[in-house]
């Protein structure tokens, strides 16, 4: 394969990537009562908009999910800094 063919792959790889991402975050938006399931950005700017216009169930619904999120990589941090673990690097 010459270099422009895997440039081509590489690009329909990420275009094909790209759509599934989008198709499963549109279902899940839909699914879940407007909640971003792979954008936490985009929960963050719904979170915004809602406590902007003072609507207090769609603030509460747009944590649905981050909170969550926060929560258990805080306690993964946690776990791993609890361990007294060691690397072991062999060199030959």
């Given at each position: 394969?010459?270099?422009?063919s895997?440039?081509?792959?590489?690009?329909?790889?990420?275009?094909?990537?790209?759509?599934?991402?989008?198709?499963?975050?549109?279902?899940?938006?839909?699914?879940?009562?407007?909640?971003?399931?792979?954008?936490?950005?985009?929960?963050?700017a719904?979170?915004?908009?809602?406590?902007?216009?003072?609507?207090?169930?769609?603030?509460?619904?747009?944590?649905?999910?981050?909170?969550?999120?926060?929560?258990?990589t805080?306690?993964?941090?946690?776990?791993?800094?609890?361990?007294?673990?060691?690397?072991?690097?062999?060199?030959?």
């Open positions: 394969m010459t270099p422009a895997y440039r081509n792959c590489d690009v329909l790889g990420l275009a094909l990537l790209s759509f599934a991402s989008g198709g499963t975050d549109v279902l899940a938006f839909i699914k879940l009562g407007h909640l971003f399931t792979s954008a936490m950005t985009g929960n963050t719904l979170l915004a908009i809602a406590l902007g216009q003072g609507d207090v169930a769609a603030a509460g619904r747009s944590l649905q999910l981050p909170v969550p999120q926060a929560v258990q805080r306690r993964g941090i946690w776990r791993l800094n609890s361990r007294r673990f060691s690397l072991t690097v062999a060199v030959r």
